[in-house]
């Protein structure tokens, strides 16, 4: 655990330095890209999908709602395996995906709220298109390199990576999701980077206003994010007040209710 108000913890073999996966938290990141790329005239947040993607005329779905999860495509894409669940979703499988776009949604656009790991991984293939740059180097370009963030990345090295341990004490492997799923949950970050990171856009605001990545709850922007062995929580109060705490355990509940606990017990003994 990261935050303003405590020193760093660190139990159960947990590693500051060492890369662990954050999951959804990806998105707030694809999020920033967008905006920057708003910023800098190369797209609008309302532009329709299909300008940069080859779905289906008038889908009515827009940049924007593909990054607020109002897109009305549905929570994950469908024929997903158990065990590694997007080993096999590839660029390929999205792209036979964005042909038929329009029969996966479950409601119109910008109607109503349903969160959405394909609807980034759209996402992320519309941002790519409209800068003719790979996912990757629009991360470094965009989010990283201006924030002075190297220890954010797609595939860190093996011997780098902190990995749940199954019941003979070896590393389990990790899902499978450096493939199309990428820019929807498949990142990997130090803690200490990852908290670099929020710090320096929900603080800071070093690249901005936050993207409409960010969840809210009254004054607290958060997000979270999980795979099957690890899940994260992140957020910061208009005061400056922010936490980020990584576990190894993919029960994203527990992982939330710890550090909004603690984000409570911080502020009812801050003297603002």
Not at 74 to 95: C, T
Not at 112 to 137: I, R
Not at 170 to 181: E, K, L, S, V
Request: net charge negative; aromatic share 6%; charged share 20%.
């Amino acid at each position: 655990m990261l935050s303003s108000f405590d020193e760093p913890r660190v139990e159960h073999g947990h590693d500051l330095d060492k890369f662990v996966q954050i999951g959804s938290l990806t998105k707030a990141l694809t999020g920033t890209v967008l905006t920057s790329l708003a910023s800098a005239g190369m797209l609008q947040l309302d532009d329709p999908v299909e300008q940069f993607i080859p779905a289906p005329a008038h889908t009515g779905i827009t940049l924007r709602h593909l990054a607020e999860h109002t897109s009305g495509l549905p929570r994950v894409p469908p024929g997903l395996h158990r065990r590694d669940p997007y080993a096999s979703f590839d660029i390929a499988a999205l792209d036979a995906l964005i042909q038929r776009l329009d029969s996966l949604t479950t409601s119109a656009p910008g109607q109503t709220e349903e969160y959405s790991n394909l609807g980034y991984a759209v996402l992320g293939a519309a941002l790519c298109a409209a800068s003719g740059a790979s996912y990757e180097d629009l991360l470094q370009e965009h989010v990283l390199a201006p924030l002075g963030v190297a220890e954010v990345m797609s595939d860190p090295p093996p011997d780098l990576r902190l990995c749940r341990r199954g019941m003979l004490g070896r590393p389990r492997r990790p899902w499978t999701m450096d493939g199309a799923i990428l820019p929807a949950g498949g990142l990997w970050a130090t803690p200490r980077a990852a908290a670099q990171v929020m710090t320096a856009l929900l603080v800071d605001r070093k690249l901005g206003e936050p993207a409409p990545s960010w969840q809210t709850a009254g004054p607290l922007l958060w997000h979270n994010g999980a795979t099957r062995d690890a899940s994260v929580f992140t957020g910061a109060m208009p005061d400056g007040t922010w936490i980020f705490v990584h576990r190894l355990s993919g029960q994203a509940e527990a992982t939330d209710k710890l550090a909004i606990n603690l984000l409570k017990q911080a502020s009812t003994t801050s003297p603002h």
